[in-house]
């Protein structure tokens, strides 16, 4: 059996910099209490292995990030890789907490641009994915922006000066497709296509794999993970049909590699490197040993 290691795979620029921060959070404040925001990265395990460094993340897919933060009492609150809206910073500060923003820089690059417009009189059209936390922190900005997911209808929009952007996860081929009906709507609206590099280089490696012949793709990731959820249903709409969406080396079954030729194995930005490692060497290794290694949380935060 063949493994194929897609590349680029796994922790992107801004994934690295938030669990980079989060660490250092623990050594500059060792007597405070830590609280995140929010899941820092779309993976439990990332949640689980900061745990070991006493920090605490709070979540409630229910709640928003304004609403989660009257959990917090004391100490510190790092913001998460996704964004936060300047209402939730304000409030955080107006409780004393102590405040870090791990936002990743191209996310930060997308909230400076929309505010820009907005303050030249532009009405937003925003792309995104409902309840994700990086759409939430954009569309807390102003009233003025026009939410919609990639296959929602478009809104009537009076305002000649309209600018147009997206989440920077979203899916490369959707918001071609909402882009092309935004230009036929609205000639004149000022577009930027936000779709951070990493995403990108990340989809364009799985349409490229599908070429290849691929029986069985594996895809590490969350279940919550916006990017890795995307990355599968990407294969799946190129041909792939064998994808599975794992945690970790323990998501692989047997009867899923029946037959199997050639397995390719990719993650998502979130993933860390040492999960996606522990399933390509199973992987390489499956007719001879099909035993699974242990997960160790000490070795996720590299």
């Known amino acids: 059996m063949e493994v194929i290691q897609i590349t680029p795979r796994g922790y992107c620029h ?9 660490k250092q959070c623990a050594k ?25 460094l006493h920090i605490r993340t709070i979540d409630d897919k229910t709640k928003s990030r304004m609403e989660l933060l009257d959990e917090i009492k004391e100490g510190v609150v790092i913001f998460t890789a996704h964004g936060i809206a300047p209402a939730v910073i304000q409030k955080a500060e107006a409780k004393g907490l102590i405040c870090v923003d791990a936002t990743c820089p191209n996310v930060r690059k997308t ?19 409902a309840n994700h936390p990086e759409a939430e922190a954009i569309c807390a900005l102003s009233e003025r922006i026009h939410f919609l997911e990639p296959n929602d209808p478009l809104p009537l929009i009076s305002n000649e000066k309209l600018f147009v952007t997206n989440q920077t996860t979203m899916s490369i081929f959707d918001i ?33 794999s599908s070429q290849a012949k691929v029986d069985v793709l594996y895809v590490v990731g969350d ?20 994808v599975f969406l794992i945690d970790d080396v323990h998501g692989i079954e047997e009867h899923q590699l029946a037959h199997a030729q050639r397995v390719a194995v990719t993650a998502g930005a979130s993933t860390p490197t040492y999960l996606s490692n522990q399933v390509i060497d199973y992987l390489m290794h499956y007719e001879t040993n099909k035993e699974k290694p242990k997960t160790d949380l000490n070795l996720l935060l590299e």
Request: proline content about 3%.
């Open 176 to 208: 071609e497709t909402q882009l092309a009906t935004i230009r036929k709507r609205y000639p004149k609206a000022i577009i930027s296509e936000e779709i951070c590099a990493a995403t990108r280089m990340r989809q364009e490696a799985i349409v490229k």
């Open 14 to 22: 801004g994934v690295v910099r938030a669990i980079q921060i989060a």
């Open 223 to 242: 279940r919550f993970s916006n990017n890795s959820n995307r990355l599968a249903q990407i294969a799946r709409e190129h041909g792939i049909t064998r």
């Open 111 to 129: 909230q400076a641009m929309v505010a820009s417009h907005l303050a030249q009189g532009y009405d937003v059209l925003y792309i995104g994915k």
């Open 28 to 52: 500059d404040y060792p007597d405070q209490p830590i609280t995140i925001l929010g899941m820092l990265v779309h993976n439990h395990y990332v949640t689980e292995a900061l745990t070991q």
